[in-house]
């Protein structure tokens, strides 16, 4: 009996090491997979970040509006089906300041207005979309030689088109006609106060055209859906 009870207790000790080491092994593992992870992690948002640059560098080489921005990140977006913002991820800390413009890249489309920027804090800003209907930018429409100047509106509630407006009767303005920023905010006739959008920036294509009263109005599509875009700069003014 005490032969059987000491190779017992042998048992027992020796599975208690074995379970206490296979314990150990385990917890090894876990820190080894959560710090593997965390290298992935670390190597994906290296990736996005060279991305982004990437994409900026292009953006500053091809236009001469983009000479001055910073990189920001979507972080919120508007609840408020009536309403159309989003919050970004930089603010006055790194000079961003109300009325300056937001544009985005989405698919093949050139980068393009998104937004004004309306509220700023230390270090996020609020963006007060373009298809917002409280949205109102000065514009340019391209038309082969000639050009005609108006003001363009948001229209989310319309799939979220914009609504160009205060275009002289009769200018040249067709179906498939660029439409960019026209820096003009003083010279027309309309309030926008907040605004200090430089010209030239991409807005949208004309997609249908028709009349009230004495002045054009066209229809467009923006080259950027605002409510897609994840990655966007802030055009900082020089």
């Known amino acids: 009996a005490g032969t059987l009870g000491g190779a017992r207790a042998q048992a027992g000790s020796w599975m208690s090491g074995i379970g206490g080491q296979t314990q150990a092994e385990n917890v090894a593992l ?3 997979v959560s710090a593997l992870q965390a290298t992935v992690v670390a190597m994906q948002q290296t990736e996005v970040q060279n991305a982004t640059l990437r994409q900026q560098l292009e953006i500053k080489q091809q236009n001469s509006w983009a000479q001055h921005m910073v990189p920001a ?4 977006r508007s609840p408020d089906a009536g309403r159309r913002t989003m919050t970004i991820s930089i603010g006055a800390d790194s000079g961003v300041k109300e009325g300056m413009a937001v544009i985005g890249q989405q698919g093949g489309s050139p980068p393009a207005l998104v937004g004004i920027v309306e509220q700023v804090g230390p270090g996020t800003a609020t963006v ?3 298809t917002d ?4 930018v000065s514009a340019r429409v391209l038309h082969g030689p000639a050009s005609a100047t108006g003001v363009v509106r948001g229209q989310w509630q319309r799939g979220s088109r914009l609504r160009l407006e205060q275009v002289v009767a009769g200018a040249s303005v067709a179906t498939g006609d660029p439409v960019v920023t026209a820096g003009l905010t003083r010279q027309l006739d309309v309030d926008l106060p907040l ?6 920036i991409p807005l ?6 028709g009349a009230d009263g004495r002045s054009l109005i066209a229809t467009l599509r923006p080259f950027v859906d605002p409510d897609q875009v994840r990655n966007v700069w802030v055009i900082l003014n020089p």
Request: glycine share 12%.
């Open 204 to 209: 949208g294509t004309v997609e249908q055209t």
């Open 30 to 32: 876990r820190q080894q």
């Open 195 to 200: 605004q200090a959008i430089p010209p030239g």
């Open 73 to 76: 990140e979507v972080t919120m």
């Open 128 to 130: 007060l979309l373009i």
């Open 133 to 136: 209907f409280g949205s109102q």
